[in-house]
């Protein structure tokens, strides 16, 4: 099954550490998206990226950071200044090529417990 | 500011009745609307957008712009069809940024 990739599915933190979650895609997309998922809120987009070695802030960056050093990757980290951690994360991509069709495509998500 | 405004979090109907969940948009350039749908266990996946003017799955969702409202209907619903339902706000000036709702839960009782 191709597409999207995250890892791990589920993940224990210890306050005050700092965590990576991947994100992976062979679908050759140039845009990749974070977002967070909490009940009743939706999604809530945390960065996202056009092209490699580019991102920009979505609407509560702070405490999180992310890197895209490859097309195929865009993994977030969580550091330790974010004050409220745990939570569902969703990674996604889309082809920025694509005006007419514009559709983003899901990875399963991490489910992020800082104990 | 964009905004996506999705007012029930929760809706229940019972298997063959209609279908309407509710969104509503603020954005100030030319907006693209889509549906997502998330069923249980599966991926967050695209249902429909306002571009194609298509029909998935029985659904429909027609854009008025003078009411900023997409809302997604279906005349007779369908046990299958209970999920988690978020309307998304693209734009052609930022087209790589989309703006979700909070999600209607439907659920479609037998």
């Known amino acids: 099954d191709g597409g999207i990739t995250q890892s791990p599915k589920y993940l224990f933190r210890k306050e005050g550490q700092n965590v990576t979650l991947s994100c992976e895609q062979n679908l050759n997309h140039d845009a990749m998206y974070w977002y967070r998922q909490d009940p009743g809120q939706g999604l809530r987009l945390i960065y996202y990226s056009q092209i490699v070695n580019d991102f920009q802030k979505g609407d509560i960056a702070e405490g999180y950071s992310v890197s895209r050093e490859k097309k195929e990757s865009f993994p977030l980290t969580v550091t330790s200044a974010q004050k409220n951690p745990t939570a569902f994360y969703l990674c996604?991509?889309?082809?920025?090529?694509?005006?007419?069709?514009?559709?983003?495509?899901f990875g399963p998500g991490t489910r992020l417990t800082v104990l | 500011a964009q905004r996506v405004t999705q007012p029930e979090k929760l809706l229940s109907v019972f298997k063959g009745a209609p279908v309407e969940l509710k969104c509503n948009y603020s954005?100030?350039?030319?907006?693209?609307l889509f549906w997502y749908v998330q069923y249980s266990r599966q991926r967050l996946q695209l249902l429909l957008r306002h571009i194609s003017r298509e029909s998935i799955k029985g659904f429909t969702a027609d854009l008025n712009k003078g009411e900023t409202s997409f809302h997604l209907k279906k005349p007779f619903a369908q046990e299958e069809d209970s999920a988690m339902y978020y309307c998304?706000?693209?734009?052609?000036?930022?087209?790589?940024?989309?703006?979700f709702g909070s999600g209607t839960k439907l659920n479609v009782k037998p």
């Open positions: 954005y100030s350039g030319s907006p693209e």
């Open positions: 998304a706000l693209s734009g052609r000036e930022n087209f790589n940024k989309f703006y």
């Open positions: 996604a991509s889309s082809d920025i090529r694509d005006l007419a069709y514009n559709e983003q495509f």
